[in-house]
């Protein structure tokens, strides 16, 4: 498809692609205790969600309001971030997680599939509460996704995104699916298997732009955070599967090799289990509908 085509495409909100994730400045909320690490978004998660997200959203609240620095600013300006006010009355920490927790619901019932939510140390951490609730399977791809270093300037990570729009949006679609046409398939670990080396080919293919990124690069351990409702019945027939598991990535290490990386360094690798948080209330779907990512200190 050519660039004017996606474009008019996604004008039109018919690109079935185009994805939105619900980011937070860094705070952490238990009970009624609240603690805000920055005002701002962190800068290293903004880009690395930049980079790899269509459309952010940082809700705000009337009850504590974080205004937006010059990133978020910039990026207010090019319609890539917005910020939906809410106002809940009672506990001001219960009130701010009910802030993130509003926003994806709205914008999950709005767009079924497409939104997800951005947690950990660096964005929203909620500590007890909806979002801690069951299980839910988690997987982490370990030294596998590039993002752009934390002082690279925000027009150079959007100009490259226009630039390598495909590769990047390949790479997110096949770690949403990973876990895709499963249950479906004669053989479900064969199909988890091609699944794996599918996301690996991917990480490569967007390490090998490397040269072209013309700023520096990090390293993440990037976890997504699959519903385990549709993968009930995959657990008991992926037989060695089902429990905590990794998997190496062999074409994103000889790349990383190649690029100079650490031998020492730990092999990029794939690892999931079925026993992380899950989201009360959430819509059935396959893809992720969370994501932390933990950022390495080599930089490329």
């Given amino acids: ?22 980011v937070s400045n860094p705070i952490e909320i238990q009970g009624t205790s609240l603690f805000a690490k920055s005002s701002n978004l962190d ?24 205004s937006s620095g010059p990133d978020e600013q910039f990026l207010e300006d090019a319609g890539v971030l917005s910020r939906p006010s809410y106002s809940f009355n009672g506990d001001v920490a219960q009130g701010m997680a009910k802030t993130q927790i509003m926003a994806f619901q709205e914008l999950d019932s709005r767009e079924p599939g497409k939104w997800s939510l951005a947690q950990g140390q660096n964005s929203f951490l909620l500590l007890d509460g909806q979002l801690v609730n069951g299980k839910s399977a988690e997987v982490e791809l370990v030294r596998a996704i590039p993002v752009p270093n ?6 150079d990570i959007l100009e490259f995104k226009a630039k390598r729009h495909d590769e990047l949006m390949h790479l997110r679609s096949e770690i949403d699916g990973l876990f895709a046409q499963i249950g479906a398939a004669d053989d479900p670990k064969a199909k988890l298997e091609e699944n794996v080396r599918k996301v690996d080919v991917a990480c490569a293919d967007v390490l090998r732009l490397g040269k072209e990124w013309h700023f520096p690069m990090r390293l993440t351990n990037f976890k997504p955070t699959y519903e385990v409702r549709p993968l009930v019945t995959l657990i008991g027939g992926i037989g060695g599967f089902g429990a905590a598991q990794s998997v190496g990535l062999p074409v994103t290490g000889a790349i990383l090799a190649g690029m100079g990386a650490a031998a020492t360094a730990t092999a990029p690798a794939v690892k999931w289990s079925f026993d992380g948080f899950e989201w009360r209330g959430l819509r059935p779907r396959l893809g992720p509908y969370r994501y932390v990512y933990h950022f390495h200190n080599e930089v490329f």
């Fill in 150 to 155: 934390k002082d690279v300037p925000l027009a």
């Fill in 1 to 22: 498809m050519g660039e004017a085509k996606r474009r008019q495409k996604n004008q039109l909100g018919m690109d079935s692609d185009v994805k939105g994730l619900v």
């Fill in 43 to 66: 800068v290293q998660e903004l880009r690395a969600a930049l980079l790899y997200w269509d459309k952010l959203v940082w809700p705000s609240s009337r009850m504590v309001y974080f």
